[in-house]
């Protein structure tokens, strides 16, 4: 079956730090994998997102490269700020007949100080 | 476009009653997914449909539990009786045909039971 697995939290930076967040995925076929944030109090909105090898999902400063040789999708930013703290969660689509459902990873928790 | 709406946002009953927590999803969206989050369990697919039909409830916890989607731009998740181990938060998705370009996720609706 599909899963997704990401770098255990919680990731503790200081401003302007740089972050990666690790995701690795096994799915059957070709997925598209996204990035998901969570800010405290709030439902997850979609960060970024790619849906073929080798394609760069970006915005906000972040990114992630669809690695399939590695099965990968880590999550990066140059230099991460304040308002960036919140739960990132990686995920991937296997298309076929999933109806649209995701596979998400457990979330890592990303906290950034001053 | 509005996004998913869920209502209400915060709910506080005692143990016993009846929660109904409903949703509306994005429009021409033809797939709604029910997630509960927990500290303790992270983020939990409940059930899903598709085109207004449950395609995989495997996720309900419990016969307490149950959820329709009568139509395509309205669901309902309801709780009868709750338990105080109910308390969560709530959010409802919605994605396009196809699914590739994700969901869109309500804000959630926190559940209190006391």
């Known amino acids: 079956g599909n899963s997704v697995t990401q770098m255990e939290g919680p990731v503790t930076l200081s401003e302007e730090a740089f972050l990666t967040i690790n995701c690795t995925y096994t799915?059957?076929?070709?997925?598209?994998l996204f990035w998901y944030v969570q800010y405290p109090g709030e439902g997850l909105q979609l960060l970024l997102k790619?849906?073929?090898?080798?394609d760069k999902g970006s915005n906000k400063g972040f990114e992630a490269t669809y690695r399939k040789e590695t099965t990968s999708f880590h999550l990066e930013k140059g230099s991460v700020q304040v308002s960036d703290s919140a739960v990132y969660f990686c995920?991937?689509?296997?298309?076929?007949?999933?109806?649209?459902?995701?596979?998400f990873g457990q979330g890592t928790i990303l906290t950034v100080h001053p | 476009d509005a996004g998913v709406i869920q209502s209400p946002r915060h709910e506080v009953t005692e143990m016993g009653q009846e929660v109904t927590l409903r949703c509306k999803p994005i429009?021409?969206?033809?797939?709604l997914f029910w997630y509960r989050q927990t500290m303790m369990r992270g983020l939990e697919l409940l059930i899903y449909?598709?085109?207004?039909?449950?395609?995989?409830d495997s996720g309900m916890p419990e016969d307490r539990f149950s959820a329709k989607m009568p139509n395509a731009s309205f669901s309902t998740l309801k709780i009868q009786p709750s338990e105080p181990r109910d308390s969560a938060v709530y959010f409802c998705?919605?994605?396009?045909?196809?699914?590739?370009?994700?969901?869109?996720f309500g804000s959630g609706t926190r559940l209190t039971v006391v």
């Open positions: 790619a849906t073929k090898a080798d």
């Open positions: 429009s021409g969206h033809n797939s």
């Open positions: 998705a919605s994605s396009s045909p196809g699914g590739r370009n994700g969901y869109t």
């Open positions: 995920a991937l689509h296997s298309g076929g007949t999933s109806y649209g459902k995701l596979t």
């Open positions: 799915a059957t076929g070709y997925p598209s």
């Open positions: 449909f598709n085109n207004n039909v449950p395609i995989d």
